[in-house]
């Protein structure tokens, strides 16, 4: 069942290029228009939608962080995150134009579920992104999206995530399309672009070696932090929930642009620290996340960039490069995470952690 692997996890994260291809699957026709067909939500009332609020818990929030970033930009739409059990607590303004969009692999989380009933009660449309068919969300919901990652069995999740991510890219490109924020060719050429992110992500598996020495070497460490900025801020986050969740170790997240504004004191000699580096690109995310690692490394500490090919200027002032294929900014979270779920598992496995099932943790968390 575990196919020849050691952990669930482990399978999972190979299983990631096949579960995103699946969950792009069928969703165009020919000409390139997407279809979601399980949107039971008509183009008129997605057509007036006034605000997005997303929700969700843990893994999949992190998604939905992504997603915002996707959206605001294709969609011009306000789009804000929260985390579901935080949302029905605090009064949210959720009307009728109000999309609220739930994000859970299960299907089953008690705090997700509350949040999209209390969006209800206000009238908001709901829908879905779900890997779970026939769960509780998607049922109580106006809309599904379903992810086809199968079952996800390791508490960690992470095909559960890329899927996600896909599903969520799909969602921000569909109502571009309803709102027409995008021409056609741009929303095809995105489309085109998700689709030939899966051998990619085969590609990153398939040079994983070097993160997974780099896990034996780090295996005394008794903290780790990652940086990312932009869609690599979550990714960021990610990473460090990863970490704590299965090797149990303090790890943290910081998007990188706040690294002046204090965590850079916590930074030691000998501290991995981790680099989401942006694709060089127009704006200046690149070259700023650049100075970070060399304000990193001017205090002894040991950055790991996690950077795509040819990126020559990672090199002088990181410990460790690895590396990435070149896919464009936005997109670029479904090859990051994947170096960063590895680094987790390995590690977990190195220190005789039961990976599958962490201590402390369920797989759907059932209960407020
Ligand atoms: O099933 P859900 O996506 O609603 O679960 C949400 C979180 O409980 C989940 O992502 C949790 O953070 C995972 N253990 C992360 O690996």
Known sequence: ??????????KEIYEQPKAVADTLLGRHTDDGALTLDEIRISE???????????????????????AK??????????????????????????GPTTLVVAISQSGETADTLMAIRHAREQHARVLAICNTNGSTIPRESDAVIYTHAGPEIGVASTKGFTTQLAACYLLGLYLAQVKGTMYGDEIHAVVKELESLPPLMQQVLDNAQPVLDLAARLVDQPSVLFLGRHVGYPVALEGALKLKEIAYLHAEGFAAGEL?????????????????VPPRGRDQLHDKVISNIQEIRARGARPIAIAEADDATVEEFSTTVIRLPKVSTILQPLVAVIPLQLFACELATVLGHDVDQPRNLAKS???E
Not at 57 to 62: D, E, K, P, R
Not at 73 to 85: G, I, K, N, Q, T
Request: aromatic share 12%; glycine share 8%; net charge negative.
């Open 44 to 66: 008129t009332e997605l057509r007036n939608i006034a605000k997005i609020i997303i929700i969700a818990a843990g893994t999949s929030f992190y998604a939905g962080m992504v």
């Open 1 to 10: 069942e575990k196919g020849g692997f050691d952990w669930f996890m482990r």
């Open 365 to 367: 968390v059932t209960v």
């Open 69 to 94: 970033y996707a959206i605001e930009h294709w969609c011009r739409v306000p789009c804000e995150v929260e985390l579901a059990s935080e949302f029905r607590y605090r009064d949210p303004i959720v």
């Open 260 to 276: 002046k504004h204090g965590p850079i004191a916590i930074i030691e000699p000998g501290m991995p620290v981790f680099v989401v």
